[in-house]
């Protein structure tokens, strides 16, 4: 009697199968609930279990877990169906565009700072320049003294510079690499030396902390006009070919002459925009000839060898490619900005 229960409900649940719209996952879903479900059918026999004997029971719990293995399989089977069903339906009426972009692996980018330092670092090399990167905190000898800078001049305030110790600083420039260059090498030879620099100085362009590259060329008979068409050259390397540049009289302690180097703008071609502050020209750092007490102080003859040096700011190039306007967005770890590169 039991079992054919049991017999009545497979054929029900078979037929009841056969008569639905394979394509309708939710039908099949319904027929699911109806069986299986809590006060599903089959569910409902198995809680016939405790009016049975002793003797009856384990074959009928037998018989009716198959029933709920093979209702549970058919539901699959069917339910399977339907997803194809409805993927070939999606995929015949063509409104799957397989030209969209996938989802975005989000990978990351390299910083812009480091591409303009790597950018450089490869220009020079090419050019015969080793590379020296220095070291961040520098003795007052090699940040002022060799560089000729004199006890009482204004960049060795404690307003300007930060000190560690006594006569102990974080580097000002990069310029101090350069007596360790010299202090170690005899000429001929040409060097850049990459770096973070600190200063007591903070606004829209100013940074307490930024980088700077230093050049330096020492050989017999190395001339200002050199310098002039290395940078030249650089400039149209960094900003493109149609850039100009042009040499202003300066100071530096350390070189003599000196002169500022400016590059036409990068913004109006020297037409004379709100960046350039209407004036065609941007500055980009410092230059000259090597003054001879610099190489006297290095051991390095300056009657025979005569050279060139020349600094700039790296974050000024990277602000002016990429129309920057702020310095302090270069350190900000800001993802809205650094995802733009
Ligand atoms: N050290 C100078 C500065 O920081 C730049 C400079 C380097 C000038 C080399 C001349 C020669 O402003």
Known sequence: MISKNIQELKAAFEAELKLVDLNASTEIDAIRVKYLGKKGLVTGLLKQMGTLSDADRPLFGKKVNDLKTFVTSEIERALSVAKEAALNQKLESGFIDYTLPADGIGAGSTHPLYDVREEIIDFFAQMGFEVDFGRDIETDWYNFEALNTPPDHPSRDMQDTFYVADKVMLRTHTSG???????????????IAPGHVFRVDNDATHAPMFQQCEGLIVDENISFAQLKGVLQVFMNKLFGPHVKTRFRPSFFPFTEPSAEMDVSCVFCDGSGCRRCKGTGWMEIGGCGSVDPNVFKNCGIDPEKYTG???????????????????IGLLTGNDQRFLSQF
């Open 177 to 191: 690499t350069q007596i360790h260059y010299m202090e170690t090498h005899q000429p001929p030879f040409r060097m």
């Open 308 to 326: 060139f040096a020349f600094g700039f700011g790296l974050d000024r190039i990277a602000m002016l490619k990429h129309a920057i306007p702020e």
